[in-house]
């Protein structure tokens, strides 16, 4: 059976297809068409038949402008010619009506010709539309600020953008088809041509930082982020590059570094602690102090909260405050008070709200310092500065009672010398002046107002000779101990007042062991640094000696101990002591240019040190003789500056009798007055502080310059001047003579006559 097959009709087939077809003989003459050509090409009714010559159809569409401008019989013969030839020809028409045709004129393998027309309309508006798109895709990608470009497998730049050019200084139009070596150092080039082919043999985005020479002649890092194109079935058929210039984001990272680095020091050698929240309260970072003190790592502490490491009690406080900062945006202190090891330490917490760029608050920073110390010496300074407002109301004080006294007692003298119905009866008021005159003293001691005989002492000598004494004061239950260091310094201080002080401290130490105990008196070389002085300044910094008395008695409480160097203080039973042994004591170490301090706690007994000023030359220690007599004057001229009227009156009839004229004056104006007169003067008696004003020194110096070589002498304690530290003044020329008020007949005549007599480097009441 032969081949089965069905016969098609050629037109047919042509009018089933879109295009306009008309196929021309080897004579190019029409020998088929469709109707689609008629439609398209316009062509008018009985122009296209069978045996048409192709110049007819040429020719119309000449003369309706078809192949453009020109002579349709020029055009005719250009197009006839280049059918000869066996040329192809193709246009472009745009109808009136938008429609844009292609029409095509090919040669036939055995000669003859085939035009198509087709409707490209929807083709070319795509086409506008793709190049609309690229238009647009190209103009966002210029105003990319990383350089973009597109290569193919070869490395020849398809695509780069403006920023890509303005990078390297080319014009965009001049990279496409270039490769990398044509724009890079060798090794640079090498490094983008590996990633590239990583890229295509893996499918996958590759990045790399590497160097390149810009523009502007300077080298700086980019990061070139390498990503495979995918073209028809998936193939990659290029790599695209995207460069990012980050210079300026290494040197910001560098910045952030450095400020770490920084922010990390202080956190690990900050004296105080530091910690950073975040607003919901946990760690952010800490210094290495607060790690120590919670006893973890820092980074373990990052993400806890306060009441996961402090008591809940403590934690509440601090959270309050944090909320407080985060709520009202402004910085916030308190003090908390916190136990450890059954002390009780005063911590500063001070918060100040932390916020971002935008002024938005983040977090809190706590800064905690340990104020306890500071809080105990902002105490003890108010102390002291009690201690002093009292001293100088006590001298004021006992410096009046001193000139009563001084009325009293010598007026009782003058009665009991006179009569001798009545020296029975002036002898209590004697021994009451007395009495009154040692109270005086204890108060003139704590007002450092008394007047102090500094000399050199060696301590040990000196404690050897009070011992013996307070074995018989203290009695058999009381267990005493001496010691003192090798190569011990000589103090410089009154010797007399430091034995009334052991004994004062030995007499406290005895009431507080009522059951028997051991007291210990030891003396040592005391170095003070400037790290080591209070704020009030004291002690001052320098070389000491320093006493201490030590009992394992019954102590005190850190309150009452506040307390013990005030005046009338005390803790014992109504007539059983005065209150003014410590404050003697405290008295004494000021004026003396030392301090004293006290430690003590409830059970564990008591240790006062007195620290004394350190001299550096041989002991000295003399104890100035008493007199028996009563040596008389021999009309010496002396002039009496005293402003209390009684005790002037009085002190004027003593100096009468005992053989000197007396020219006397209520103030120093009135002293220099006389001076500057003329009158005889051998000897100015003065009030150390005269009512009508002037110091005892502005009176020495008035008096030597009126009268060079006069000498003085002065009742009661020390001026204002002299007042801080005699024992610093101790070895100047100016360092005045003194007799302690209230004085006796005898001691105030043998006081004058050793002045006079130039005898006299310091006196005794």
Known sequence: MGPRYRTISLPDVLDSLDQGIGVFDPD??????????????????????????????????????????????????????????????????????????EVVRKPLPGGGACVTCTDITAVRAREHELEERSGQFEFVLDQAPSGICLKDLEGRYLYVNRAFADLYGYAAQRLLGRTAQDLFPAPVAEIHTRLESKVVESGEAQEQIVDAVFADGIVRPILAHKFPIYGEGGRIVGVGTIFTDISGTKRAD????????????????????????????????????????IGRPPDALIGLRTRDYLPP??????????????????????EVEESADGKVRTFLNAKFPLRDENGEIIGVCSIVSDV?????????????????????????????????????????????????????????????AERGAELTQRLLAFSRRQPLRPRPVDLRSL???????????????????????????????????????????????????????????????????????????LPAPGDYVMLSVIDDGLGM???????????????????????????????????SGGHVE?????????TVRLLLPRFGAAAIHRVDGLYEDIPLGSGENILLIESDSDLRAFTRRMLEGLGYRVFAVGEAEAATEALEAGTPVDLILADAIPGGGGAGTDIAAAARMARPGLPVLYMSGP???????????AERESFPHRIDKPFRRPALARALRRVLDGEADALLR
């Open 28 to 101: 190019l003459r029409l020998a088929a068409w469709n109707d689609r050509l008629i439609a398209l090409m316009e062509l008018p009714d009985g122009l296209a038949e069978v045996g048409r010559p192709i110049g007819d159809l040429i020719r119309f569409g000449a003369e309706r402008g078809d192949y453009g401008a020109g002579e349709p019989e020029a055009l005719l013969a250009f197009q006839l010619g280049a059918i000869r030839r066996g040329d192809t020809f193709r246009h472009e028409r745009l109808l009136p009506d938008g429609t844009r045709l």
């Open 254 to 293: 560098e910045r952030i570094r450095a400020r770490d680095a920084w922010l990390g020091a202080i956190l690990d050698n900050a004296p105080i602690e530091i910690i950073l929240k975040d607003k919901e309260g946990r760690i952010q970072a800490v210094s290495r102090n607060v790690a120590e003190e």
């Open 313 to 334: 009690e403590i934690a509440t406080i601090y959270e309050e405050a944090d909320r407080r900062v985060i709520e009202t945006g402004e910085p916030y202190q308190q």
């Open 372 to 432: 306890t110390d500071q809080k105990e010496a902002e105490e003890r300074f108010r102390q002291a500065q009690k201690m002093e407002a009292v001293g100088q109301l006590t001298g004021g004080v006992a410096h009046d009672f001193n000139n009563l006294l001084a009325v009293i007692q010598g007026n009782a003298e003058l009665i009991s010398e006179r009569s001798s119905d009545l020296a029975d009866a002036a002898r209590p008021i004697l021994r009451a």
């Open 463 to 537: 404690v050897a000779g009070v011992e013996e004494m307070l074995v018989r004061t203290l009695g058999e239950t009381i267990e005493i101990e001496s010691r003192a260091t090798g190569g011990l310094w000589m103090a410089l201080a009154d010797p007399g007042q430091i034995e009334n002080a052991i004994i004062n401290l030995a007499i406290n130490a005895r009431d507080a062991m009522p059951n028997g105990g051991r007291l210990c008196i030891a003396s040592e070389n005391r170095r003070i640094g400037a790290d080591e002085v209070g704020p009030d300044g």
């Open 557 to 591: 409480s850190a309150d009452v101990a506040s307390h013990v160097f005030e005046p009338f203080f005390t803790t014992k039973e109504v007539g059983k002591g005065s209150g003014l042994g410590l404050s003697m004591v405290y008295g004494f170490a000021q004026q």
């Open 598 to 606: 006290i430690e003590s706690a409830p059970g564990k007994g008591t």
């Open 719 to 729: 001026g204002p001047a002299d007042a801080v530290a005699p024992a610093r003044h």
